[in-house]
T-cell receptor
Framework: GEDVEQSLFLSVREGDSSVINCTYT??????LYWYKQEPGAGLQLLTY?????DMKQDQRLTVLLNKKDKHLSLRIADTQTGDSAIYFC???????????FGTGTSLTVIP | DGGITQSPKYLFRKEGQNVTLSCEQN?????MYWYRQDPGQGLRLIYY???????QKGDIAEGYSVSREKKESFPLTVTSAQKNPTAFYLC????????????FGNGTRLTVT
């Protein structure tokens, strides 16, 4: 499979911004996704970005894509305790229907 | 409400027994997937199916088998050949098309002792 890398842990204070980073390997990826997983549950789609875009904003979420460096980030503004979860980035391959996921970043929000 | 149902949520088995995990979707999605999740390793693809009666191996298919006899259903069997079966298993589905994200079930946690 493809290598999609994320740092494992991130802690922020409530009200601060969180930035979760992801690097991927396949430059032919079409769409890149961010998912949120709460304990014991499945993954919930948060947002996505098409590979020809640089930025996408959706309420408190901002996705930045640097295609040259194959780097994707998710910024959560005004982070709340309910944002504590594991966040996964995923890339959809240009051919076929395969998706590859990062290792996940566990976000802890400190009150 | 449309969605993906995985059952049961928790499953316990003795070593050497085969076990089947259920995944049903009523989203009318063509493609279905099974992922395995282990702490610190993210999600790894076991099998996927793009159409009824057809499926492909993912990165870690050894010790697993699937069937796709109906569009709505994609059961996963964990066989006794799987050396380390204890994990959290996630089923997902999507429609065909370039911007079709995966929709996930709530997972089954399998413990083999």
């Amino acid at each position: 499979g493809e290598d999609v890398e994320q740092s494992l842990f991130l802690s922020v204070r409530e009200g601060d911004s969180s930035v979760i980073n992801c690097t991927y390997t396949d430059s032919s990826s079409t769409y890149l996704y961010w998912y949120k997983q709460e304990p014991g549950a499945g993954l919930q789609l948060l947002t996505y970005i098409f590979s020809n875009m640089d930025m996408k904003q959706d309420q408190r979420l901002t996705v930045l894509l640097n295609k040259k460096d194959k780097h994707l980030s998710l910024r959560i503004a005004d982070t709340q305790t309910g944002d504590s979860a594991i966040y996964f980035c995923a890339e959809r391959m240009n051919t076929g229907n395969q998706f590859y996921f990062g290792t996940g970043t566990s976000l802890t929000v400190i009150p | 409400d449309g969605g993906i149902t995985q059952s049961p949520k928790y499953l316990f088995r003795k070593e050497g027994q085969n076990v089947t995990l259920s995944c049903e979707q009523n989203l009318n999605h063509d493609a279905m997937y099974w992922y395995r999740q282990d702490p610190g390793q993210g999600l790894r693809l076991i099998y996927y199916s793009q159409i009824v009666n057809d499926f492909q191996k993912g990165d870690i298919a050894e010790g697993y088998s699937v069937s796709r006899e109906k569009k709505e259903s994609f059961p996963l069997t964990v066989t006794s050949a799987q050396k380390n079966p204890t994990a959290f298993y996630l089923c997902a589905s999507s429609i065909q098309g370039p911007n079709s994200p995966l929709h996930f079930g709530n997972g089954t946690r399998l413990t083999v002792t």
